[in-house]
Nanobody, 124 residues
């Protein structure tokens, strides 16, 4: 019903900033609560940030609080993750996901639709 495409990943130095984007097509992104997850090699996919349909509430993993900001522009069918003060341990593939029913922000199984991911690499 909805397709998600991430972009904006790349290579940055520690302490730098990067913004990744998730563009939805097929359905308006406003119909979905959305989140960002990340997965590093050899590790499980983990919750990073989530945002409600209207953008009124946000949720963050403790390790990124104060550094990352999730936002959405429903008019552009886009969800963003602004990452600042990046650390090497932030290196991972970042995935955008959307949930259409009852939503538990941190739970991977709550999300039905997933993008293919965008690589973020932070050098020391």
């Amino acid at each position: 019903q909805v397709q998600l495409v991430e972009s904006g990943g790349g290579l940055v130095q520690a302490g730098g900033s990067l913004r990744v984007s998730c563009v939805a097509s097929g359905r308006t992104i406003s119909a979905y609560s959305t989140g960002w997850f990340r997965q590093a090699p050899g590790k499980e996919r983990e919750f990073v940030a989530g945002i409600t349909r209207s953008g009124g509430s946000t949720f963050y993993q403790d390790s990124v609080k104060g550094r990352f900001t999730i936002s959405r522009d429903n008019a552009k069918n886009t969800v963003y993750l602004q990452m600042k003060s990046l650390k090497p341990e932030d290196t991972a593939v970042y995935y955008c996901a959307a949930a259409e029913k009852v939503w538990i922000p941190t739970l991977r199984g709550a999300y039905k639709y997933w993008g293919q991911g965008t690589q973020v690499t932070v050098s020391s």
